[in-house]
C-alpha cells in the first residue's frame, strides 16, 4: 500500500494542484490573454504538472525510505537543475500566455516584471528591508525552533530529536564556498519567482507554503520542515506587505548564505554528521 502511495501520489497530487492553480489564476483575472486558447493553455499545464510531480511532490516517493542516496555521485550541474526548471517553467509561461499580444506595461520585459512581482518604487528601500528581513527572519526562526526542541527534550520526547543533520546539509556544508553562495543566491532568486511571484497570487499565501515544504521533503526531519514552514510563511507575508518580490528575496538568500556559509559549517563542529551530539 505504502509502495503504491509513493509511486501515485506525486502525479496525482501534480494534476490536482494545477487544476487549482487554473481554476484560481481564471477566478482571479490573473490568466494571461493568450491563455483563452486552449491550444496554448494545455501544454504549459501539462509541463506545470511535471514540473511539480518531479520539483515539488518528488519527495514524497521517499517517506519511509530509509535509504539515503550518495550525494558524492552527485553532479555540480545537478545542484541547480531544479531551480532551472522553474525558471524555464516561467519562461514558457509568459511565451505562452503574452506572446503575440502586446504588453500593458509597454515592453514585455515590464509586464514579465510586473506579473511576478519585480516592480517596485524604490528598490534600495526594498533590498534595505529584505536584509533587516533576513536578519530577523534568521534569529526568529532559529529561536523558535531551540524553544521547540527543548520543550520536546524537557517532556521526554528525546527520540523525536534529530540525532544527526540530514545527509544532504551535511553534504552542502562540504561544498566550496563559491558553490555555497551561488546556491543561496539561486535559491533566493529563482524559489521566490516560482513559489512567491508566480504560485502564491494563485494559490494563497497557504497553498504555496504547502508546496515549498513538500519541495524541501528530502531534509526528512520534521524540525527542519517546522522552520521552513515558518520561513515561508514569513517571506510570504513579506510580499504580501511590500507587494513587491525584492525583499523576500534578498531575506531569503541572506539566510539560506548564513546557514550554508556560517551556522551549518560551524553547528558540524559540534555535532558530527554521525550524530551522538
Do not use: K, N
Given at each position: 500500500m505504502l509502495a503504491l502511495l509513493r509511486l501515485w501520489?506525486?502525479?496525482?497530487?501534480?494534476?490536482?494542484?494545477?487544476?487549482?492553480?487554473?481554476?484560481?489564476?481564471?477566478?482571479?483575472?490573473?490568466?494571461?490573454?493568450?491563455?483563452?486558447?486552449?491550444?496554448?493553455?494545455?501544454?504549459?499545464?501539462?509541463?506545470?504538472?511535471?514540473?511539480?510531480?518531479?520539483?515539488?511532490?518528488?519527495?514524497?516517493?521517499?517517506?519511509?525510505?530509509?535509504?539515503?542516496?550518495d550525494f558524492s555521485a552527485v553532479p555540480t550541474a545537478q545542484l541547480f537543475l531544479l531551480h532551472v526548471l522553474f525558471l524555464v517553467t516561467l519562461a514558457c509561461w509568459y511565451a505562452m500566455g503574452w506572446g503575440g499580444f502586446a504588453p500593458a506595461g509597454g515592453s514585455h520585459a515590464r509586464e514579465l516584471a510586473s506579473q511576478l512581482g519585480l516592480r517596485a518604487v524604490r528598490l534600495d528601500v526594498e533590498l534595505g528591508i529584505g536584509v533587516l528581513a533576513g536578519l530577523a527572519g534568521w534569529l526568529g526562526v532559529l529561536t523558535i525552533l531551540v524553544g521547540v526542541g527543548?520543550?520536546?527534550?524537557?517532556?521526554?520526547?528525546?527520540?523525536?530529536?534529530?540525532?544527526?543533520?540530514?545527509?544532504?546539509?551535511?553534504?552542502?556544508?562540504?561544498?566550496?564556498?563559491?558553490?555555497?553562495?551561488?546556491?543561496?543566491?539561486s535559491a533566493g532568486v529563482?524559489?521566490?519567482?516560482?513559489?512567491?511571484?508566480?504560485?502564491?497570487?494563485?494559490?494563497?499565501?497557504?497553498?504555496?507554503?504547502?508546496?515549498?515544504?513538500?519541495?524541501?521533503?528530502?531534509?526528512?526531519?520534521?524540525?527542519?520542515?517546522?522552520?521552513?514552514?515558518?520561513?515561508?510563511?514569513?517571506?510570504?507575508?513579506?510580499?504580501?506587505?511590500?507587494?513587491?518580490?525584492?525583499?523576500?528575496?534578498?531575506?531569503?538568500?541572506?539566510f539560506d548564505a548564513v546557514q550554508l556559509l556560517v551556522v551549518i559549517p560551524l553547528a558540524l563542529r559540534f555535532v558530527p554528521a554521525g550524530g551522538g551530539g
Amino acid at each position: 500500500m505504502l509502495a503504491l502511495l509513493r509511486l501515485w501520489a506525486p502525479p496525482l497530487l501534480s494534476v490536482l494542484t494545477v487544476y487549482a492553480f487554473d481554476r484560481a489564476a481564471a477566478r482571479r483575472g490573473l490568466s494571461p490573454p493568450g491563455f483563452v486558447d486552449p491550444l496554448r493553455r494545455a501544454p504549459f499545464l501539462v509541463l506545470l504538472a511535471l514540473v511539480l510531480a518531479f520539483g515539488v511532490f518528488a519527495g514524497l516517493a521517499t517517506v519511509g525510505v530509509s535509504e539515503s542516496p550518495d550525494f558524492s555521485a552527485v553532479p555540480t550541474a545537478q545542484l541547480f537543475l531544479l531551480h532551472v526548471l522553474f525558471l524555464v517553467t516561467l519562461a514558457c509561461w509568459y511565451a505562452m500566455g503574452w506572446g503575440g499580444f502586446a504588453p500593458a506595461g509597454g515592453s514585455h520585459a515590464r509586464e514579465l516584471a510586473s506579473q511576478l512581482g519585480l516592480r517596485a518604487v524604490r528598490l534600495d528601500v526594498e533590498l534595505g528591508i529584505g536584509v533587516l528581513a533576513g536578519l530577523a527572519g534568521w534569529l526568529g526562526v532559529l529561536t523558535i525552533l531551540v524553544g521547540v526542541g527543548l520543550v520536546i527534550y524537557a517532556v521526554g520526547g528525546q527520540g523525536a530529536l534529530p540525532e544527526a543533520p540530514p545527509a544532504a546539509i551535511v553534504w552542502i556544508a562540504g561544498l566550496p564556498v563559491a558553490l555555497r553562495l551561488a546556491l543561496a543566491l539561486s535559491a533566493g532568486v529563482v524559489e521566490e519567482l516560482f513559489f512567491r511571484g508566480f504560485l502564491q497570487p494563485r494559490l494563497g499565501l497557504a497553498g504555496a507554503t504547502c508546496l515549498f515544504v513538500l519541495a524541501h521533503l528530502s531534509y526528512d526531519q520534521p524540525l527542519m520542515l517546522v522552520g521552513i514552514t515558518l520561513l515561508s510563511l514569513f517571506y510570504g507575508a513579506l510580499v504580501i506587505w511590500r507587494q513587491s518580490l525584492w525583499a523576500a528575496i534578498v531575506a531569503h538568500a541572506l539566510f539560506d548564505a548564513v546557514q550554508l556559509l556560517v551556522v551549518i559549517p560551524l553547528a558540524l563542529r559540534f555535532v558530527p554528521a554521525g550524530g551522538g551530539g
